[in-house]
């Protein structure tokens, strides 16, 4: 049953003539001069034979009936500063449309030269196709902003099945920087979708990158919303709250007590946990931080042996010691007793098949990423993780790689993502469906330059992730950039203003000139949306998300200083339990060795024990007098000049 | 045929004399235009007697804020023929179309392009009929405001007299008033400059005022480029407000009517006046 919009006054008329005929696809009609038709609206077309065409206007040209400029020119006398016509001259304004649905939808035919009416609410949901998935029982709509046209507010909603899978997945922003849309809008939808994702589909989480700045850094903060703002949530049905479980993750500075990141303000940190791993969880992603061209087969083989045979398993090596390694401190002493028993041997450069050349290279290898990486990797051994396997329903999870380098970076997301893929086909992590939300993506995932573990792995969630419930919400300046498969497997686009420069790319030529102008001058808060749905994209305006923006946040929370090693220690204890007695933290830590003390913290923080104080103590354990050693360890003796077999 | 001749008296001076009425002034809210337009074609013919079928309609356009908006407009649709000469089975079979009749009878001989041309004169009257009602009905409704007549105003000052704010603007010059000197004057007028008042008969009693005014220049052009004859009804005042008649005509000049081929002389209003109708005119157009 069609739901007719109400009967207004019609704005316009269908006009076909020989040169410009109305085509199933598309028709022209003409409005007054003063009309509330732009760019971007919503019209129906009712022909008497009860068939109705929904069209969205891609297009506008005004003229009058002035034959060429000349004549403008003669009348003026040459002078356009001369006195006003008294008359306007007719003037006309075209508009072409681009149509978005007909009911019936066979026999395709033409639209009808009828009257044509803007859409009502009820228009905008049969013209989006909405009335499939907005009215099925239960709902699968996601609103994602208001369709706005005069005094019209009508929602706009993504099909669950087409945002989140199975059916498709994966959304796509882009907008030019500086605007705070794609985050804002990201932000939005999260909230839009933790409150409308059907239970039936069962649970969701997201996993949100923070790589810049604060963007992220406060989601748990409500944000001061404007009436208008407030009006948009009542009208897409939704309660303006910030988000409820949220975790933050942050790697140490370099000084591995201080967090590297922006949401550092006390009354904040609670809610912000370690991101600390040590050599299991970073041998298996070996790849992402050694270079390809740097590391060969017999490298990986050695590598491939260290991990099965090796690492956290009981290793005998041929000179009668046994190693349990776990941690970059325990690689090294397996790898100076190799290099010991060598050069004790010294008659063979090959140990286990694998020779010396390639051993020292993977070592100096292996040992540097713990000093690449300080703060995020670890030598001793201890990790605070994700809680893989105990992910929440509706829980967001801030992973705050924002002040890392461009290396830890890639290792941060590549790990977790894997984890996340792993867990997800185990079906053990918790919860059925994961949004990993990754801005820039043009620099994880570019169209252009070397193959990267990271591009790799971004393209198998694009291509197989929906699968999973491993759902990519990506951001970027300029789509042209991204790997066209990544962006090619993105089921709903979105778009924020644009550059000029990447309007005129090949991707954007579909798009209309006056649609890619709209684009170009797009407000704050206005966005252009394609979904598998809808036949044309539609502008929709979204509101303030309900949670700070990164701006927001740090004028509200301003970061803290970095603070001596002590106190930096009393600080992230104080952030679980605030009665601790700062001097009592700091006698129990004074004389220790900072990688002890580190530890305990860690494990603290881990645990979140009643009594913060006392199990801190008990982890950290007795103080130990420091002694000297009778003989102090060797360095590992330079190796006797050999030739490399594997050299080019 | 109508005789190119008739006769003008001066009536601002004693002859004819060449005045330049100074910058165009426009005349912004407050009047209106109106024409009508006429059509016909010869549908068939009862026996050699051919029945013309025609078309006439007229509005009023009102210009408020630059913009001009129809205040009125009419249509007719009827049948011309030779009614006397029918047989009655002819005439009982055009009484069956559901048109209005009318009679060009002239005569008892038939002669089928006479007979058109009697027709098309039929058409020509009903096209001044609607005009005719058109302008009363407006004068009527807004006695103070101006109407600029596409043509000679006598029909209409016949039954609205008198019309003081009632102004027609003739484009075509087939009947001259003036002779000798006086018409030498009025056929050379620089642009910018009207003749001086003079009169001409309407019917046996009435008469109207009436002036050229050159509205571009006509220089490489012919004499009667750019010219225009302004009629208004004898009034008194009428003289004295000649020349402020005329420069809010000129002012009329823009926008240009161009592209249609009269726009020297056309009235860019009337020419909207002309294409409301031709638009509304469908088939017929």
Known sequence: ?648 | MQSPFASGVPIEGDHITAKSVGEPVALADGVAFLDGIQRFAVEGHLGVTPIVRGYVAAAVLRRQREQLSAVSHETEEFVVAPLARLQPDQRRMLDTIPLPLYDCSNGERAHPLVDVQLAAVSVEHRRDEIERRLASQYLRDAPDEWLVIDGAIGGVIAETSPPPKVIGVIKSHDTQFLEGNDLTTALTLSAGQRSSVFSRRVGQRGQVYTWYLRLWPWEDHDLLYGLVRIERAAADGVVAEATDVSRWLMAERAPLAAPDERWDRLLYPMRRVEAYLQARAGRWW
């Open chain 1, 1 to 648: 049953m069609i739901q007719r919009g109400d009967e207004r006054p019609p704005i316009g008329r269908v006009v076909a003539t020989e040169t410009l005929p109305a085509s199933p696809h598309q028709f022209h009609f003409w409005t007054a001069t003063s009309t509330s038709v732009g760019i971007g609206a919503i019209v129906r077309v009712d022909a008497p034979t009860g068939r109705t065409a929904y069209a969205v206007v891609v297009d506008g040209r005004a003229y009058s009936d002035l034959a060429t400029p000349l004549h403008d020119v003669i009348a003026a006398e040459g002078d356009p500063a001369g006195a006003a016509p008294p008359t306007q001259r007719a003037e006309v304004r075209l508009w072409t449309a681009a149509v978005l649905r007909q009911v019936p939808e066979e026999p395709v035919q033409p639209v009808p030269i009828q009257d044509v009416h803007l859409a009502s609410e009820a228009d905008v949901e049969m013209a989006l196709r909405m009335d499939a998935y907005a009215r099925a029982e239960p709902s699968r709509a996601i609103p994602v902003g208001v369709y706005r046209a005069g005094e019209l507010r009508a929602p706009v909603s993504l099909d669950t099945d087409f945002l989140l899978g199975p059916e498709s997945a994966h959304l796509n922003i882009s907008g030019v920087s500086g605007l705070a849309t794609k985050t804002s809008a990201v932000l939005f939808f999260l909230a839009s979708i933790f409150q409308h994702f059907p239970p039936r589909k069962g649970s969701v989480a997201a996993v949100c990158f923070n790589v810049k700045g604060p963007d992220l850094g406060f989601l748990d903060q409500p944000a001061q919303l404007s009436d208008e703002d407030r009006d948009v949530y009542e009208v897409l049905g939704l309660d303006p709250r910030p988000f409820d479980g949220v975790r933050y993750f942050a790697p140490f500075k370099p000084d591995g007590v201080n967090l590297n990141t922006l949401r550092s303000h006390p009354d904040l940190l609670s809610a912000v946990q370690p991101l600390v791993w040590g050599l299991r969880e970073v041998l298996d992603y070996h790849e992402v931080l050694l270079n390809r061209d740097d590391i060969d087969a017999k490298a990986d083989a050695f590598l491939d042996f260290l991990a099965d045979r090796v690492v956290e398993k009981e290793f005998r090596d041929e000179w009668g010691n046994t190693h349990r390694v776990r941690s970059f401190g325990e690689l090294e002493r397996l790898f100076r007793a190799i290099f010991d028993g060598l050069e004790g041997q010294g008659r063979s450069d090959i140990w286990r098949t694998h020779h010396i050349a390639t051993i020292r290279k993977v070592r100096n290898r292996l040992l540097n990423i713990s000093t690449r990486c300080r703060g995020l990797v670890t030598d001793d051994g201890s990790a605070s993780d994700l809680p893989f396997g105990a992910f929440e329903d509706r829980g967001v999870y801030v992973i705050d790689v924002a002040g890392m380098d461009q290396l830890g970076q890639d290792l941060v997301f590549t790990r977790i993502v894997s984890k996340l893929r792993e867990h997800l086909e185990r079906r053990d992590l918790g919860v059925d469906h994961v949004i990993v939300f990754v801005d820039e993506l043009n620099k994880y995932a570019p169209g252009d330059g070397p193959d990267s573990y990271v591009r790799k792995m971004l393209l198998d969630i694009s291509e197989r992730g929906r699968y999973l419930g491993l759902v990519l919400f990506a951001a970027q300046q300029f789509r042209s950039q991204v790997h066209r498969r990544v962006v090619g497997n993105a089921g709903t686009m979105v778009f924020g203003r644009m550059d000029m420069d990447e309007l005129a790319t090949p991707g954007y030529q579909v798009l209309s000139p006056a649609t890619r102008i709209k684009l170009a001058t797009l407000p704050k808060g206005e966005l252009m949306v394609r979904h598998p749905h809808f036949t044309q994209p539609v502008f929709v305006r979204f509101p303030h998300p309900p949670v700070l923006t990164g701006p927001e946040g740090l004028d509200r929370f301003p970061p803290s200083a970095d603070v001596p090693f002590d106190e930096a220690v009393v600080r992230q204890l104080a952030s679980l339990d605030r009665s601790i007695v700062a001097t009592r933290i700091k006698d129990l830590i004074a004389d220790r060795s900072e990688d002890d003390v580190r530890r305990a913290l860690l494990v603290t923080r881990r645990v979140k024990p009643d009594d913060v104080t006392a199990y801190f103590a008990a982890t950290l354990g007795p103080a130990v007098r420091r002694e000297r050693l009778p003989d102090p360890a060797r360095a590992t003796p330079a190796l006797r000049a050999v030739e490399d077999p594997y050299a080019p």
